[in-house]
């Protein structure tokens, strides 16, 4: 699994500070850390960076390059923001993301195919989050047609079909891991796939939502995701990632827990698939 550092984000209190003051030392030191716990990508996170965002991200690109040769992520709302990273970015960026939403679409997708850059094509339209595996299909096709049309390769598409909380919709995680298995035959190309692997979490006790993430993350493992944005501080939690390329389904990964995990993963899983209804004492039931 290829994982995107999610660390260097403008609202980290250090971090955004670093940026805010042009403080390299942090985000330096930051980002060192990143490439040593084994990130294939850093996340350069500057939200809507409405204020000179073009030459922050430009900074902050150059920043990070100085001390790391990993690919960049520019994430932000910004288009300025984003091509003042994609001039100076060295290795080929990944751009996130691109939604279906009509001004994100215009302004965006020309700077992937011009700069030759990837991007993350979120499966997201100015009607709100599809619902189904369906809908989510619907909205790719979009993203994958206006590429097609001024000429990206389908190597460049990153797919995120956009994870909700257990505790929001249950349903909603079903049908992220529903597209992740229809998504190869929709066009017969192979598309890497990605998501913000700690949402299925959100709303859930501080201290449970690591079993949510892993267990999600295992799931979506063997149903074909490629990538996750993760937390690149958890070096606990990556080693556990990796373990998934030892094994060739999640039964077997999962036999090879030990029994009180394997009880927890089991428990987990069933919530996450929707087969008993999610609740904070899932595990306890």
């Known amino acids: 699994m290829i994982f995107i550092a999610e660390n260097i984000n403008i609202m980290s209190k250090t971090i955004g500070q670093a940026i805010r003051e042009k403080d390299k030392k942090p985000i330096q030191e930051m980002a060192v850390k990143l490439a040593e716990n084994g990130a294939h990508y850093l996340d350069l996170n500057l939200g809507p960076a409405r204020k000179s965002g073009d030459e922050m991200m430009e900074w902050l690109v150059k920043t990070v390059q100085e001390v790391v040769s990993l690919p960049l992520s520019l994430d932000t709302t910004n288009p300025v923001a984003i091509e003042a990273g994609l001039k100076v970015a060295k290795e080929q960026p990944l751009i996130n993301s691109i939604s279906a939403q009509k001004e994100r679409l215009e302004k965006t997708l020309p700077l992937a195919k011009k700069y030759e850059a990837s991007f993350i094509a979120l499966l997201l339209t100015d009607a709100g989050i599809p619902r189904t595996a369906e809908e989510r299909a619907e909205v790719f096709f979009q993203l994958y047609n206006a590429a097609m049309e001024i000429g990206i390769p389908g190597e460049n598409i990153w797919v995120d079909p956009l994870v909700l909380p257990v505790a929001v919709d ?16 929709l066009t017969g190309e192979s598309f890497k796939t990605t998501c913000g692997l ?23 493992n063997f149903n074909g995701l490629s990538s996750a944005i993760v937390d690149g501080l958890e070096t606990d939690f990556l080693n556990k990632l990796e373990t998934f390329d030892q094994y060739n389904d999640l ?16 428990k987990t899983i069933k919530a996450l698939n929707n087969e008993v209804l999610y609740c904070h004492s899932w595990l306890e039931l």
């Open 170 to 185: 249950q349903k909603q995680v079903v049908a992220f891991v529903d597209f992740l298995k229809i998504l190869p035959e």
């Open 198 to 220: 700690s949402n299925v979490s959100n709303g859930s006790p501080k201290e449970l939502r690591h079993i949510l993430n892993l267990y999600y993350a295992a799931i979506l």
């Open 251 to 266: 039964t077997s990964w999962v036999s090879s827990l030990l029994s009180k995990e394997q009880e927890e993963a089991n």
